[in-house]
Structures are given as C-alpha cells and as structure tokens.
C-alpha cells in the first residue's frame, strides 16, 4: 500500500489545506460540509485558472465577462460556497433547485443530498449550462439536470423544492420561486434590499417568507425577465477622481444640487462609538438602510479618497443619507496611536450638512445601545399587495413583486 503523503501542491493536499482555512474563518461550521469541499474537485470546474487561484478560499473564478469586461459568469470564491452551503443545510433526499449555473456548486449540493436527492441547475446563458453540463459530466456528476432558462420563473415541471439555492444577485423574490417551495421549504438568495446585498435564509410560511439569518456576500446580477441594476450618478467625474451615488431601482436624487454640495465645506459630527480595527460592522450598515430615509450608497475612487473629495480610507461604499440638497456619508477616524480603535461618525455636505450628519449619528448611536451584538435584522417577504396592517412594523421595502419588511428585534438583557 502507498503511503506516500500528497505533494503539498496536488489537489488533494489543496482540498485539504483549503477545508482547513475555510474551518479557521468559520465558513465552514459542519462535518458535512468540510467532507463534500474536501472531495469535490475544484479544479475541473475552473479550468480557466491556475491551480492556486482556483484553491483560493476568497478568489471568485470569473468564467465569461460582457464587452465592458464586466463579469456575467463566475464559480464563486470557496468561502462564499461554504457558508451557502451551511445556510442551505441541504439533506438527503431533498429535492433542490439551484439559480445560476456553473457546476462546482451543483456537485456540492449532489454530494449533499445524495443518490435519494435530485438537483436542477438552470441558467439563462446556453453557454454558461452547456459548460457545467460538460464539466458536471466530466467530474462524474451526470445526475444533475442542467436547464437553459431564465432563473425568474423556476422549473415548474420538476417542482416543488425543498430548496432553492440561488447563485446570483437579485433585486426581488418572484412568485414562482415560493409557488415552486414546498411549506417549510427554504431559499438562500443573495438578495438586494435598499442597495446592500446579503445572503439571506428564508423560510416559507404560508403565503411568505421568513429570515432565518444571513451572511454579507457579493454576487454577479440576475439577467433576464427579473434584472434591475442599481443606478450610479457621478457627483464629480473627473478621471481617476470619481465620486459617486449608488441608488436602487427607482429611488431618485437631485443631482446637480448633491454635486454643488460636495464642493461645499463638510460638517463633522462624531457619535463616541468605537469600533475595532478587525471588527464586522455589516448589521450597522443594514441598520442604517433601514433607519434612514433617503439611503443610497456614496462610492468614490481611490485617487477621489486620496485628494480628500470623500473622507475614507475603506475602499467599499459607504452608507449615505441623502436629504435634497444635503447628504451626510458615515466615516471613522482612529482614537489610538496604534489605529486599533476607531471612532464612528458622518461627514456632512450642503446646506443642511451638520443637520444630516447629526441625524446619521443619532442612528449609529441607537444601533450601538439597542442592536449591536443583538441577533440582527428580521427579514420578511410578502406578497406585493399585501395590506400594511398584515406586515411587521419596521422599514416596508415594496418591490415589483413583493413588500420586504426589515424589523430589529431588541438585545436580550
């Protein structure tokens, strides 16, 4: 018998390695889940890349991108798998529906719910399907049924589900995902809800579904009948120095009058509530699209951050209360030599500026005395119609097809 280890660079050694780190980071919480990542081979369903890149556990593989070179198809970066897959929880036996096809991800889900279990993955690209059926074939998982369709309306001749895992970012639950989910069934989508993504678990209750947590994620857009892209207005547009408003389907702003308040002085408001250099503060962000009227998300370049146009020094966007001609932006500054601890606040543009930021601050403070460290946001999905007084209070998000309520339950004493 060889007992000759594995070369540290082999996929096995990799698969091995990458289950470790995806332990380490907490992406993975199951035996389950580690044994189906540590078996299923990545690299026959990223063969574009190299070995490495492909065993990366934060590298997405990008497989097709439009004439812009924005990406339209992609396996996902492992850790984004592994704690999808931990929010499915997929069983054997189960009959499982995944939207956005590549075949890494589909073997996944076969090897979870095994020769019992059936799993359809469709994708409106015939060359994206005609890939993962070629290379689900190759890797020896024929038993997936791979479908050229578009995601928004399921596969109703091999409903009902007890999963459905979608593999694409979308801004809406359409009503044939839920008339396809068995009761009790469950969606992992990554949902946009006021322009922040999220993974969320929902789980069906009769004519709706219910959170039942969720996981900070970025994905590449749905196409089809269901794609609606966020809007980016410039509020300065110089090369290299761009500073910009993203905004969700259909919220509107008054542009030039946001782009003359950019030039104007900012006001500073400091809230006293610090935060930890390594610390998450996703559920802040959530709080605040959810608190403020008027949200959107305030994106600039690294050259605009350098010249000092926005105050930032984090690459990624950050939450923003628009309020006519005035908006206030959320922003840290260090309270230690060390830059360990950090200091939250708003920055604020316009005429109303410390009025804006102060309203931000107020809102950061009530997330860090009411909700920080709480069990987070509960998600509701309605159907569109569905009267105010038969949704939980909170923030009521209507979309083309449903009412999304976001509700804070408060910290337990």
């Not at 998000?397 to 009412?403: E, I, Q």
Request: net charge negative; glycine share 10%; aromatic share 4%.
């Amino acid at each position: 018998m060889n007992t000759t280890p594995p070369d540290s660079d082999s996929p096995q050694a990799l698969r091995a390695g990458l289950v470790k780190q995806l332990r380490d980071q907490g992406a993975i919480r199951t035996d389950r889940v580690a044994d189906v990542i540590g078996l299923v081979p990545r690299e026959l369903f990223a063969p574009e890349a190299q070995l490495a890149d492909a065993y990366d556990p934060k590298r997405a593989v990008v497989t097709k991108r439009d004439r812009d070179g924005l990406a339209l198809s992609s396996v996902s970066a492992a850790d984004v798998q592994a704690f999808m897959l931990e929010q499915a929880n997929p069983q054997p036996g189960e009959k499982v529906l995944e939207i956005g096809s590549g075949g890494m991800n589909a073997a996944y889900l076969a090897e979870l719910v095994g020769p019992d279990g059936t799993v359809t993955s469709i994708d409106i690209d015939p060359e994206v399907t005609d890939r993962a059926r070629r290379l689900l074939a190759e890797a020896g998982y024929e038993r997936v049924h791979v479908v050229t369709t578009d995601g928004e309306f399921g596969v109703p001749d091999r409903a009902p589900f007890d999963l459905i895992e979608v593999t694409v970012g979308v801004p809406d639950i359409p009503p044939a995902w839920l008339e396809q989910l068995t009761p009790g069934g469950r969606i992992v989508v990554p949902l946009r809800v006021r322009g922040l993504m999220r993974s969320f678990v929902l789980v069906r209750e009769g004519d709706h579904l219910v959170s039942r947590g969720y996981e900070l994620c970025g994905f590449v857009p749905m196409q089809g009948a269901g794609e609606q892209r966020e809007r980016l207005v410039l509020l300065h547009d110089v090369p290299n120095e761009e500073v910009g408003l993203r905004l969700d389907n259909g919220d509107q702003v008054d542009v030039e009058a946001l782009r003359a308040a950019l030039s104007s002085p900012r006001q500073e408001v400091w809230s006293g509530v610090t935060v930890g250099g390594e610390e998450p503060i996703d559920d802040l962000d959530l709080w605040l699209a959810a608190a403020l009227d008027g949200h959107a998300r305030l994106t600039a370049t690294v050259g605009a951050r350098d010249k000092g146009l926005v105050a930032s020094a984090s690459p990624l966007d950050l939450a923003t209360l628009v309020a006519g001609s005035t908006f206030a932006y959320r922003t840290v500054r260090a309270v230690d030599e060390s830059r360990t601890r950090f200091e939250l606040g708003a920055f604020g543009h316009g005429p109303a500026a410390a009025a804006a930021a102060a309203g931000l601050v107020k809102e950061i403070r009530s997330w860090d005395q009411d909700h920080r460290g709480g069990p987070g946001a509960r998600i509701e999905v309605h159907p569109a119609g569905t009267p105010d007084d038969r949704l939980p209070a909170g923030r009521v998000v209507d979309k083309t097809h449903t009412r999304i309520t976001i509700s804070w339950p408060g910290k337990q004493p």
